[in-house]
């Protein structure tokens, strides 16, 4: 039976219990929070106590949520990004605080952490949270401050500057094409080793609308990770799409034929309307709309 909601659990027990449903384990968890493994153990206890429903079973793979915590995990998912969000507008009021940044992943590691390197020397209070995924972190639930996107936004409530066009092309290592030789046609790249997206099927078909014929079925290499698409370009193990300023820093990494297959992404960097008198956020999004543009050698 469900314990009255008088006894209720403060957010902190609440922050323990999403550390182990995320990482699935005591001992992950307790390493994510910095803390002991029997202390995670105590706080679930007491928010089990607290709520009156057990939320974790063990199993030979670990810890196994149960269905009430199952449907925990929504609200407390929301709580954790709104603690998070709170914590950075309130630090941010002194001109130093968190910065949370969500950037494309390729991006995110060949192009803008370097670049950020020289904003935080800038501005030594200012720390920086860098998501680097596919997806794209909702700014209008304030899920991260600042975005750089390579679709444009379409939402009033956010301030976009389009910074321009950067050009992605097939390229294959050197070692390669002297082995395989140069494609010249659709029909010569079918014979090759491609390299791509696996499971990702809307941006493979993307890649369709824009000329590129080959199912993904026909790709000898697959990954939905770009890092892990660019290490097996950079290797050697076939051909596939680069943007060209990140190509042409690698002298083994050659360009095919344009004709073949190449097509144009616009760069924008996002932030929430609201947030434009924020000093240091406005401050690094002028920084990198100003620094973007010649690193990715974007066109407009």
């Known amino acids: ?37 029997s202390t995670v153990s105590r706080q679930i ?28 995990l929504e609200p ?7 603690v998070s969000t709170m914590q950075r507008r309130i630090s941010q009021q002194t001109g ?15 192009v803008i952490t370097p670049l950020l390197a020289p904003f935080q020397q800038q501005h030594p209070g200012v720390q920086l949270e860098l998501s680097i995924a596919e ?29 321009g066009q950067s050009r992605l092309s097939l390229y294959a290592h050197r070692d390669y094409l002297t082995q395989h030789g140069m494609p010249l046609t659709q029909a010569d790249l079918a014979q090759h080793r491609l390299i791509g997206y696996d499971r990702n099927l809307g941006l493979h078909s993307h890649w369709q609308t824009q000329g590129f014929t080959l199912p ?18 950079r290797s050697g193990m076939g051909i596939g799409l680069c943007h060209a300023a990140l190509a042409q ?15 144009e992404l616009g760069v924008w960097v996002v932030m929430h309307n609201d947030q434009r ?7 690094l999004f002028d920084y990198l709309a100003d620094a973007l543009p010649e690193v990715l050698r974007l066109k407009h």
Request: charge should be negative; proline fraction near 4%; hydrophobic fraction near 50%.
């Open 1 to 37: 039976m469900h314990k009255s909601m008088d006894n209720q659990a403060d957010w902190d027990l609440f922050r323990y219990f999403f550390a182990v449903l995320q990482a699935g384990s005591l001992s992950a968890a307790a390493r994510q929070l910095m803390t002991t493994q």
């Open 45 to 72: 206890a007491k928010l089990e106590s607290n709520l009156g429903v057990s939320l974790f079973t063990r199993s030979p793979e670990g810890l196994e949520p149960t269905l009430a915590a199952l449907q925990l």
């Open 76 to 82: 407390v998912s929301g709580m954790s990004a709104a």
């Open 96 to 110: 130093a605080g968190v910065l949370r940044l969500t950037v494309p992943e390729v991006l995110g590691v060949e």
């Open 135 to 163: 997806h794209n972190e909702d700014l209008l639930r304030r899920e991260a401050d600042l975005a750089i996107r390579m679709v444009a936004p379409q939402q009033g409530a956010l301030l976009a500057r389009g910074l």
């Open 216 to 233: 993904i079925e026909a790709l000898a290499f697959r990954s939905d990770c770009a890092m892990a698409r660019l290490a097996a370009l």
């Open 249 to 263: 820093r690698e002298p083994d990494l050659l360009a095919l034929p344009v004709e073949l297959f190449s097509f």
């Open 277 to 283: 008198d924020q000093q240091n956020l406005r401050q």
